[in-house]
């Protein structure tokens, strides 16, 4: 069975410091990735998706980047964290014809 | 402007009743997924369904969709206190990359014992 993975699950982090959030897949090959941001009390905001390794789209301009060095692990990251970058970020992993999503576990992410 | 949109915001019940969720949308869709999601966790995918379907069934819950008026609503029935989550709607766009969905702002299910 498919399983994916997030971590960490809690990160605080002072503005202008560095992030990186990693997302894996098991039990599944050439899945879609995505990374969503959720704001308290809020619904999902897609940041970035992947259809294959090295192939990124972003949804929005922002302070973050993704990259998939590999087929089933996705990075989110930043090089100086704003205060406005706090949140709830979700990994989560499609086939590539079925158009359900599964998620992560998510990592809250404070930036003090 | 979001895509979906549910109602209400918040929904507060008690156990054994039946709770319904509505999410509207703006543009024409291939498909419309529920998701849930419980506190400080990931989204579940509960339901997906076609835009050529127009109702079903997974359990106790029960999914419809109207493409002329653009609207779905979500029906828990017999409810218990643990499908209190934030239930959201998502939609898959036509013409949009295919996989990305929008999500509305969820409805809040509180469910008393």
């Known amino acids: 069975s498919q399983t994916i993975h997030q971590w960490p699950a809690t990160l605080v982090q002072p503005v202008g410091s560095p992030l990186s959030l990693e997302c894996t897949v098991e039990g599944t090959s050439n899945p879609n990735l995505y990374w969503y941001r959720q704001a308290a009390g809020r619904g999902l905001q897609l940041l970035f998706y992947?259809?294959?390794?090295?192939?990124i789209s972003s949804e929005v301009p922002q302070n973050l980047s993704a990259s998939r060095p590999q087929d089933r692990q996705f990075i989110l990251s930043s090089k100086k964290l704003l205060l406005s970058d706090s949140g709830f970020y979700l990994c989560?992993?499609?086939?590539?014809?079925?158009?359900?999503?599964?998620f992560g576990p998510g990592t809250r992410l404070t930036v003090t | 402007s979001q895509q979906g949109e549910e109602d209400p915001q918040a929904l507060s019940i008690q156990e054994g009743e039946n709770a319904t969720m509505n999410c509207s949308y703006k543009t024409s869709i291939n498909n419309l997924q529920w998701y849930r999601q419980n506190s400080g966790r990931g989204l579940v995918h509960l339901i997906l369904?076609?835009?050529?379907?127009r109702e079903k069934h997974s359990g106790r819950l029960r999914v419809t969709l109207d493409t002329s008026k653009k609207s779905s609503s979500l029906l828990i029935t017999a409810s218990r206190a643990a499908d209190t989550a934030s239930y959201f709607c998502a939609t898959d766009v036509w013409g949009g990359s295919q996989g990305n969905l929008i999500f509305g702002k969820g409805t809040k299910l509180s469910v008393k014992p």
């Open positions: 369904i076609r835009s050529n379907e």
């Open positions: 989560a992993w499609s086939g590539t014809v079925a158009y359900e999503q599964y």
């Open positions: 992947s259809v294959g390794i090295g192939q």
